[in-house]
Nanobody
Framework: QVHLVESGGGLVQSGGSLRLSCAVS????????MGWYRQAPGKERELVAT???????NYADSVKGRFAISRVNAHDTAYLQMNNLKPEDTAVYYC????????????WGQGTQVTVSS
């Protein structure tokens, strides 16, 4: 059974930093795109950042210049470094892993809470 194991959430003051980690286990399938999405109370889930196996990164406008996504392909592990956090970044953050167009699949993590106090 495939699992996406997330860690690194927590409570931080405005202007602080957190680093989220996501590791894929339980499959030998190679992921193509790994990324992070978030959902705040009363809002829809939104994209935060994604990164392809080849290294192409995509960020939401609201986090550009503050967040950085990276990954270790050999371990199917992704990281999200979040700096200069703001109260509006408060949400549950979900890791996502997708296969390629030739081998499509998609998995979600259980979510990790990030709370930024003002």
């Amino acid at each position: 059974q495939v699992h996406l194991v997330e860690s690194g959430g927590g409570l931080v003051q405005s202007g602080g930093s957190l680093r989220l980690s996501c590791a894929v286990s339980g499959t030998t399938l190679r992921t193509d795109t790994m990324g992070w999405y978030r959902q705040a109370p009363g809002k829809e889930r939104e994209l935060v950042a994604t990164m392809t196996r080849r290294g192409t990164r995509n960020y939401a406008d609201s986090v550009k210049g503050r967040f950085a996504i990276s990954r270790v392909n050999a371990h199917d592990t992704a990281y999200l470094q979040m700096n200069n956090l703001k109260p509006e970044d408060t949400a549950v953050y979900y890791c996502n892993a997708k296969g390629s167009v030739y081998n499509p699949f998609e998995y979600w993590g259980q979510g990790t809470q990030v709370t930024v106090s003002s």
